[in-house]
């Protein structure tokens, strides 16, 4: 269905009044809508209804998602201004719905230096971003302590930039080659200048489904050591899914379950993003092993489950315009969604997954599609200070668009890669 179609049907929800769809709604899912409208935490059982929802029921769904959201964190869209960066594309873990890694000895591999890095970092700096979220492919040849020096390397000339990066299969790899435990790794990495790390080789977080997608990765108990480490020494991270691949509805309520119980420990998760799998370009499309995913419905199911699964823990739930598009993106903001991600600059994980969307949006199209959407957008830092009037260092407003395209070296942060 195309997306006029889900503007309407967006539209025509929130002209309906809840009582009107609750009505409409089969017994047990409107059961479950009115326990969490009144703040109750949905049991698993709730969830799998919630997020399996067809029909009446998903408008139901979709109609309580936003009154949670407003209730819950206000009208307000947030965004952070940012670059991805990605200091190298080689790796060899070869995970199936990755089209992004390269082998050292193909003719587009490439592994940055310190001065690369560095200018694409003062760019970003001059247009006004607040953070870098780095991530890189799993390089055999790295040094040791290449992560560490990366930061010092970084901090030393930005000192203010807030650097996201390293997701768990990073950690771990980089805990390998050093031979510290997690914490003494995360914290080294810490006191070098790390801010926080994306919750990305989530994926879906069942350990069958892994073995498929990428059985050299990081494992579910593994990761979970990883983000409860950071937590537990002061490092936020965020948490993501992939959606639409191989995983079935029961492990994509246990993957959010998973992630619900971590938050109630540690309460070190600032948000939650759900990426869609985007099969173009991936060993597992090329294999047969899954279909292309249709725009809309999984994307409103998972978007609004987010919102009501996690409903008093985790507030933030992330659209991705990387995946979705923007204007697909900006419907979600009426299925729960409270932050629009960021302007990334530079984005080639999904585009060379065989996404189309762009490696940057600007400031400017994330306020219209806001706008478009009745609510307003609002700079935030990375961990969700909003940044009301921020002014971009060249000029008054807090991001402009080159007018010349940028190098496409990027792996998303978010990005179903490394990742
Ligand atoms: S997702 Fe990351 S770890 Fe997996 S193959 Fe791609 S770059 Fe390597």
Request: negative net charge.
């Given at each position: 269905?195309?997306?006029?179609?889900?503007?309407?049907w967006?539209?025509?929800?929130?002209?309906?009044r809840?009582?009107?769809l609750?009505?409409?709604?089969?017994?047990?899912?409107?059961?479950?809508?009115?326990?969490?409208?009144?703040?109750?935490?949905?049991?698993?059982?709730?969830?799998?209804?919630?997020?399996?929802?067809?029909?009446?029921?998903?408008?139901?769904?979709?109609?309580?998602?936003?009154?949670?959201?407003?209730?819950?964190?206000?009208?307000?869209?947030?965004y952070?201004?940012?670059?991805?960066?990605?200091?190298?594309?080689?790796?060899?873990?070869?995970?199936?719905?990755?089209?992004?890694?390269?082998?050292?000895?193909?003719?587009?591999?490439?592994?940055?230096?310190?001065e690369?890095?560095?200018?694409?970092?003062?760019?970003?700096?001059?247009?006004?971003?607040?953070?870098?979220?780095?991530?890189?492919?799993?390089?055999?040849?790295?040094?040791?302590?290449?992560?560490?020096d990366?930061?010092?390397?970084?901090?030393?000339?930005?000192?203010?930039?807030?650097?996201?990066?390293?997701?768990?299969?990073?950690?771990?790899?980089?805990?390998?080659?050093?031979?510290?435990?997690?914490?003494?790794?995360?914290?080294?990495?810490?006191?070098?200048?790390?801010?926080?790390?994306p919750?990305?080789?989530?994926?879906?977080?069942?350990?069958?489904?892994?073995?498929?997608?990428?059985h050299?990765?990081?494992?579910?108990?593994?990761?979970v050591?990883?983000?409860?480490?950071?937590?537990s020494i002061?490092?936020?991270?965020?948490?993501t899914?992939?959606?639409g691949?191989?995983?079935?509805?029961?492990?994509?309520?246990?993957?959010?379950?998973?992630?619900?119980?971590?938050?109630?420990?540690?309460?070190?998760?600032?948000?939650?993003?759900?990426?869609?799998?985007?099969?173009?370009?991936?060993?597992?499309?090329?294999?047969?092993?899954?279909?292309?995913?249709?725009?809309?419905?999984?994307?409103?199911?998972?978007?609004?489950?987010?919102?009501l699964?996690?409903?008093?823990?985790?507030?933030?739930?992330?659209t991705?315009?990387?995946?979705l598009?923007?204007?697909?993106?900006?419907?979600?903001?009426?299925a729960?969604?409270?932050?629009?991600?960021?302007?990334?600059?530079?984005?080639?994980?999904?585009?060379?997954?065989?996404?189309?969307?762009?490696?940057?949006?600007?400031?400017?199209?994330?306020?219209?599609?806001?706008?478009?959407?009745?609510?307003?957008?609002v700079?935030?830092?990375?961990?969700?200070?909003?940044?009301?009037?921020?002014?971009?260092?060249?000029?008054?407003?807090?991001?402009?668009?080159?007018?010349?395209?940028?190098?496409?070296?990027?792996?998303?942060?978010?990005?179903?890669?490394?990742?």
């Amino acid at each position: 269905m195309n997306l006029e179609h889900w503007r309407n049907w967006v539209d025509e929800i929130e002209a309906t009044r809840v009582e009107a769809l609750l009505d409409r709604a089969s017994p047990d899912v409107r059961s479950a809508l009115e326990r969490s409208l009144k703040g109750a935490e949905l049991t698993p059982d709730e969830g799998f209804l919630i997020y399996t929802a067809r029909g009446d029921d998903l408008r139901a769904v979709v109609k309580c998602a936003d009154i949670a959201r407003a209730e819950d964190v206000g009208d307000e869209v947030t965004y952070v201004v940012n670059r991805n960066l990605n200091f190298t594309n080689i790796c060899f873990v070869g995970c199936q719905f990755c089209g992004f890694k390269r082998q050292r000895w193909e003719p587009d591999a490439y592994d940055h230096s310190d001065e690369t890095i560095l200018a694409k970092i003062a760019d970003a700096v001059a247009r006004g971003a607040t953070e870098v979220c780095m991530q890189g492919g799993i390089n055999p040849d790295m040094p040791a302590f290449k992560y560490r020096d990366l930061l010092v390397t970084m901090k030393g000339r930005f000192p203010e930039i807030h650097v996201h990066a390293f997701s768990p299969m990073e950690i771990m790899y980089g805990a390998r080659r050093t031979r510290m435990d997690y914490p003494e790794y995360i914290a080294m990495l810490r006191d070098a200048g790390l801010g926080s790390i994306p919750g990305t080789a989530a994926e879906i977080l069942d350990d069958s489904v892994r073995e498929i997608l990428s059985h050299k990765k990081v494992d579910v108990a593994t990761w979970v050591e990883i983000i409860t480490s950071a937590h537990s020494i002061g490092v936020p991270t965020t948490s993501t899914i992939m959606y639409g691949h191989l995983e079935t509805p029961r492990q994509v309520v246990n993957h959010l379950d998973l992630m619900r119980s971590i938050q109630k420990r540690t309460r070190g998760f600032t948000e939650f993003v759900p990426l869609r799998f985007i099969h173009e370009n991936t060993v597992l499309y090329r294999r047969g092993l899954v279909k292309p995913l249709e725009n809309g419905v999984l994307d409103f199911q998972m978007y609004a489950f987010s919102r009501l699964f996690l409903r008093g823990w985790i507030n933030n739930i992330q659209t991705s315009w990387v995946k979705l598009g923007a204007d697909l993106a900006a419907l979600t903001l009426k299925a729960g969604c409270n932050d629009f991600s960021g302007t990334l600059m530079e984005e080639s994980i999904t585009r060379e997954a065989g996404g189309n969307s762009g490696e940057f949006i600007a400031v400017d199209v994330i306020e219209e599609k806001a706008r478009e959407m009745g609510r307003v957008a609002v700079e935030r830092s990375t961990l969700y200070r909003k940044l009301y009037g921020k002014k971009a260092p060249n000029g008054a407003r807090p991001i402009i668009a080159h007018t010349s395209p940028q190098p496409a070296d990027s792996h998303a942060c978010g990005g179903s890669g490394c990742g």
